[in-house]
């Protein structure tokens, strides 16, 4: 173990089993939850909230520095966190397409990710952190003590993301939400800030053509081995 309060760090694509994955590792291990993917997904949200332009990066900067978030136990094991903006529930808000899209748009601005570092920082509290994203191995946890890269093709994560969406009672469509993540894709990947790849030493999964319980005890074995 690297630091006195352990960090894992799991970082993918969109679709790729991220969240299901940090929150049975954090219920496994009692570790707390950074979802940062929601944070970005808020930036969003509160700036529509507040009329504010989601081109104007120093604004919006503005707005990840005094972003009012919270994340809440829920008790059930599907949706263990609900999230909250300014005093509301937002959880099923900032699961939409639409928040997904606008997370992308904002994620890539520098001034808002440095905003915003300071927040996904003070996450890490004992006993321990697990933390989801696309740069939190790369950037926001360089140091941490376990790395997983989740990963899959875009049509399974397609699938997923569907499923999980109906199962919401979200209306949505499978093929536009095939194009959304290979979109979401192509710019995580090349965008010039923290571009979405593998942290050095990332433990890689691709888990296409495994079920969750299979992605997870794989993941679970490389934790437990590094933070022995």
């Not at 949706?79 to 909250?84: A, E, F, R, Y």
């Not at 890539?108 to 004992?126: D, T």
């Not at 994203?133 to 569907?162: H, Q």
């Amino acid at each position: 173990m690297t630091s006195t309060i352990p960090v894992i760090a799991i970082d993918g694509p969109s679709g790729s089993g991220k969240g299901v994955i940090t929150q049975r590792l954090a219920t496994t291990l009692g570790f707390h939850i950074l979802d940062s993917g929601a944070l970005y997904r808020l930036i969003g949200l509160a700036a529509r909230k507040h009329g504010v332009n989601l081109e104007d990066e120093s604004a919006l900067a503005d707005l990840a520095e005094k972003l009012d978030v919270s994340f809440k136990p829920t008790g059930d094991a599907e949706d263990p966190l609900s999230i909250w903006l300014e005093g509301d529930n937002v959880t099923r808000d900032v699961r939409t397409d639409e928040a997904g899209m606008d997370a992308s748009k904002v994620a890539p601005m520098a001034s808002v990710r440095e905003a915003i570092g300071l927040l996904q920082r003070s996450f890490k509290q004992a006993p321990g952190l697990v933390a989801d994203g696309r740069d939190m191995g790369t950037v926001v946890f360089p140091d941490a003590d376990a790395k997983i890269y989740l990963t899959a093709s875009a049509e399974a994560r397609a699938e997923r993301r569907y499923k999980q969406l109906k199962d919401k009672d979200i209306s949505v469509s499978l093929h536009a939400l095939f194009t959304s993540i290979r979109e979401r894709d192509e710019r995580d990947m090349t965008r010039k800030v923290a571009p979405l790849i593998p942290a050095s030493a990332a433990a890689i999964i691709d888990s296409t053509s495994l079920s969750i319980d299979e992605v997870f005890d794989q993941v679970l074995a490389i934790v437990t081995g590094r933070l022995d």
